[in-house]
């Protein structure tokens, strides 16, 4: 073949690989299915068909609603719907890893997240993070032989101070960094009175996953995991600077992102949400 004909291959190839390449973009966000935590409760599947419709193909699963794993599995299929990201709770980290690992990859996941490491109100110490760090270092293990990585998901409270830093810090110094990597939620990162991009800069390699999730400007902050639900608002009408923390998340490589929208508004709020993630990339 001679390099015109070459040229030409290219050139009637390109408008196939733009359309590829637009696809990929569009599919990029996933979405937490915890945001539609109150429609599942009444339906799943029609919020099942409703995710699809919004535009998602990627998600985090929060629970099974119930159902049986084939039931679910179907309702994911007919859908369309790819499980990235599985969630679990810290008790089943702690006491069947392996049980966990197995389940997650019957559904395809690629991650395993905790969401939540136990404490008493208001009391998150060095000790409630020591235990962490030896379940999530002794979990992960397990997960990676299975061909999954587990994440945890801040919420906040791990920002006390402790030592030279944070509990946060020490935590992150502690786990292994072979195994164990981060899933940041933004909001939950600005709620605690932090700076997501400032500690994205400061751990480049430790965050793999990423919730996106705006605050209401004039929100207090607070550090103990908890806020008004109705503090979630619509991305880039907020306080959080979504735009600019995604570029810095692009360029470290992160790839999954996944909205997630805790107020009794989500359903009206999440295809805002996902049309102002579309109009970054334009």
Known sequence: MTLASRVCKAILLLPCLFILTTSLLAQEYGLQLYSLRNQFAQDVPGTMA??????????????????????????LAQNKLNVVSFGTDFD???KAPQQVAEEARS???QFIVCFWIPHAENGFNVEDVDRAIAVFNNAAKIIASYG???????????????QDGTLFDYLMKKLDQRYVYMEMDVFWIRQAGQDPLALLKKYPTRFVLMHLKDRKVGTSD???????????????????????????AKKLGIKHYFIEDESSNAEEQLPKSLAYLKSLQQ
């Not at 419709?53 to 309702?75: C, H, S």
């Open 148 to 162: 999954m990585l587990l994440c945890y998901h801040p919420h906040g409270y791990e920002f006390k101070r402790y």
């Open 50 to 75: 409703k995710v699809k419709e919004m535009g998602f193909r990627n998600v985090e699963m929060a629970g099974t609603y119930g159902m049986q794993f084939p039931d679910v599995i179907k309702l």
């Open 222 to 248: 607070s550090d103990n995991g908890h806020s008004d639900n109705e503090a979630n608002v619509v991305l880039g009408t907020g306080d959080v600077g979504i735009a600019e923390i995604i570029r810095e």
């Open 92 to 94: 089943r980290l702690e």
């Open 107 to 109: 559904y395809g996941a």
